[in-house]
């Protein structure tokens, strides 16, 4: 007796290629969203004087949590990464104890608001550079993340000069104030005009009728004087 076998025949997905491709894209949109950021500000550079104690901020961030985070700070000493500290984080709010190599420095983060900034006191030229602020959260399988902090040191600020700016100012504030007088002197000449123009009709009214009483023109108030009889 044959047997015949009916199955129904599943549709295709395309070139396996394809289908490994939109699975990779996917996981990796995941991954991006879950990635450990690390970040040193708005503005990544600091110009301080010499002799001064300046703060070099850093913080963290990661959509799902930390556990066991490293992270140390790095000096670029001539393309050379010399360490500055380091330390690792058992978990959210808990504060680090962290090792200093460098000196001159104070781990002031505390790890308060994902925060470990680092304190560098009487700063000289030599720690004049590039700084890193480095992390890695075994959560996501050791990915390592950093951000660029750069510290100048000068010997005196510099005083910004301001005169293009004050002249760009005075000059649009004349410009401003000039046109507020014209429109002013407009509007009161234009009044003035008026006014002359209304005195003017009224002279014109009054010496009409003057006119006519004098010339004994019809309702005027001129005497009349009666006709001569003949003798």
């Given at each position: 007796?044959?047997?015949?076998?009916?199955?129904?025949?599943?549709?295709?997905?395309?070139?396996?290629?394809?289908?490994?491709?939109?699975?990779?894209?996917?996981?990796?949109?995941?991954?991006?969203?879950?990635?450990?950021?690390?970040?040193?500000?708005?503005?990544?550079?600091l110009q301080a004087v010499?002799?001064?104690?300046?703060?070099?901020?850093?913080?963290?961030?990661?959509?799902?949590?930390?556990?066991?985070?490293?992270?140390?700070?790095?000096?670029?000493?001539?393309?050379?990464?010399?360490?500055?500290?380091?330390?690792?984080?058992?978990?959210e709010g808990v504060e680090?104890?962290?090792?200093?190599?460098?000196?001159?420095?104070?781990?002031?983060?505390?790890?308060?608001?994902?925060?470990?900034?680092i304190l560098l006191w009487?700063?000289?030229?030599?720690?004049?550079?590039?700084?890193?602020?480095?992390?890695?959260?075994?959560?996501?399988?050791?990915?390592?993340?950093?951000?660029?902090?750069?510290?100048?040191?000068?010997?005196?600020?510099?005083?910004?000069?301001?005169?293009?700016?004050?002249?760009?100012?005075?000059?649009?504030?004349?410009?401003?104030?000039?046109?507020?007088?014209?429109?002013?002197?407009?509007?009161?000449?234009?009044?003035?005009?008026?006014?002359?123009?209304?005195?003017?009709?009224?002279?014109?009214?009054?010496?009409?009728?003057?006119?006519?009483?004098?010339?004994?023109?019809?309702?005027?108030?001129?005497?009349?004087?009666?006709?001569?009889?003949?003798?």
């Open positions: 007796m044959e047997v015949q076998w009916f199955g129904v025949e599943l549709p295709r997905l395309g070139p396996p290629h394809t289908a490994v491709g939109l699975i990779f894209s996917m996981l990796l949109g995941v991954w991006s969203v879950q990635a450990l950021e690390m970040s040193v500000g708005k503005i990544p550079f010499n002799g001064s104690t300046v703060m070099l901020p850093c913080t963290y961030a990661s959509c799902i949590g930390i556990q066991d985070l490293y992270f140390n700070w790095q000096f670029n000493d001539n393309g050379t990464m010399q360490k500055v500290c380091d330390s690792v984080i058992v978990s680090p104890n962290v090792a200093i190599y460098r000196e001159r420095v104070e781990f002031v983060g505390k790890n308060h608001n994902n925060n470990i900034s009487n700063i000289t030229f030599e720690d004049g550079g590039q700084y890193t602020c480095f992390g890695r959260n075994p959560k996501e399988k050791g990915r390592n993340h950093s951000a660029i902090f750069n510290l100048i040191v000068v010997d005196e600020l510099r005083v910004v000069d301001n005169t293009l700016t004050i002249i760009i100012a005075s000059a649009v504030g004349g410009t401003i104030a000039a046109l507020m007088a014209f429109m002013l002197l407009k509007n009161f000449t234009i009044f003035v005009l008026s006014k002359m123009e209304e005195k003017n009709k009224e002279c014109l009214v009054t010496s009409s009728g003057i006119d006519n009483t004098e010339n004994g023109l019809s309702g005027s108030k001129a005497d009349s004087k009666p006709t001569p009889k003949k003798k």
